[in-house]
């Protein structure tokens, strides 16, 4: 791998191998340190089942074999679903997180695979505490148990910002598209267009936020689970914040669910939901399924009627379809610098997270 792993030269991701290399430590010759606290900038996209993504070793001594060719599709077996194994094996770990940088300059990474059914902290990251921005994630499917995510199973104090996650996630409970869990820590600019299956506190983006901060990012797809179950969120708890963000996920539930959020005991400013939510037993809502009114705070906050078939007003604030399309329908909320809509025509959207097509009630 290139680079020295420092914030003026970070190691220069170009192959699944420099990949995989990552939070490895020392390689064989012992002249690179690829720790977990190191830089690193992603240089290509990356195709987990494109054998033009692989290259050689760099010195990483994985295979006991002299026979690059053998080893490199020994490697892209192992990480895709031909050989019915494990796949990807998540970087760091719930005890040794990630605490370093990954800079994904734009690029994408095509089609992980993880199967890992009885195992926690699972996606591309096992738990992240430092940086991670401008990477995205497609086409690939995640098997778990708890703490599932197609960016990482925990966000611990870290930092996600301009992120997108296009992927299924299975699991049993703290699931979400892009994170599991965000304890603590801020996500902003991102989004997830995801299939997300399981239990407990499932999300389109985030399973449980846990005293974190979720800004300016959306979710598309579907979600469903037994219970706390959401658009964006399935639970937002211990004073989270999600704010100026918005859901068109249509979720499914046992008990407690919400087009934005199942359960709400943090702060929602300024987001919106116009998912279809479906709740067979009890707490459901169009914007948040359960609200805790002493812990819990919701301002100028809304929610499309007839998309999401609810149509309470304790817990958001309802509109029909046509006023979701008109700009003074949304008090307070700031029209120059973070959201647009066109008017009559669509849903409000993020300026600096564009979804496109944008959101219309006809999608």
Request: net charge negative; with cysteine; glycine share 14%.
């Amino acid at each position: 791998m290139q680079g020295t792993g420092i914030y003026s030269d970070p190691f220069l991701i170009e192959s699944v191998e420099d990949l995989v290399a990552v939070g490895k430590g020392l390689d064989v010759d012992g002249i690179n340190d690829y720790s977990l606290a190191s830089y690193y900038k992603l240089g290509k996209n990356l195709d987990f089942e494109d054998e033009n993504s692989y290259e050689n070793y760099m010195g990483l001594d994985i295979f006991d074999s002299d026979d690059d060719d053998n080893n490199q599709e020994t490697l892209r077996n192992a990480l895709t679903s031909e050989d019915n194994g494990k796949g990807w094996s998540p970087i760091g770990s719930f005890l040794t997180p990630f605490t370093g940088t990954i800079d994904g300059s734009g690029h994408i990474i095509y089609n992980i695979y993880i199967k890992r059914p009885d195992q926690d902290y699972i996606g591309l990251l096992a738990c992240s505490a430092g940086n991670i921005f401008d990477l995205g994630l497609s086409q690939g499917n995640i098997y778990g148990d708890s703490h599932i995510g197609g960016l990482m199973g925990m966000n611990k104090n870290g930092t996600i910002n301009n992120c997108y996650s296009a992927i299924s996630v299975f699991g049993y409970e703290y699931l979400g598209g892009l994170v599991g869990r965000n304890y603590a820590g801020n996500i902003s600019k991102s989004y997830a267009v995801s299939n997300v299956n399981g239990n407990f506190r499932a999300g389109g983006l985030v399973g449980r936020n846990y005293g974190g901060n979720i800004f300016e990012s959306y979710t598309t797809g579907h979600v469903a689970g037994e219970e706390y179950v959401g658009g964006l969120t399935g639970s937002n708890v211990n004073a989270g914040k999600i704010y100026n963000s918005y859901s068109t996920t249509n979720i499914t539930a046992n008990n407690i669910g919400g087009g934005l959020t199942g359960i709400n005991r943090g702060e929602i400013s300024r987001c919106y939901a116009a998912g279809n939510v479906t709740v067979i037993n009890s707490f459901s809502g169009g914007l948040v399924g359960y609200h805790d009114e002493i812990n819990g705070i919701i301002n100028n906050s809304y929610y499309d009627t007839s998309a999401t078939g609810q149509n309470d007003n304790t817990k958001g604030i309802p509109l029909s379809p046509i006023d979701m399309q008109k700009q003074a329908s949304f008090i307070n909320w700031e029209f120059l610098n973070i959201w647009q809509i066109d008017e009559n025509e669509s849903y409000p959207y993020l300026k600096n997270n564009l979804q496109t097509p944008h959101p219309t009630p006809f999608m």
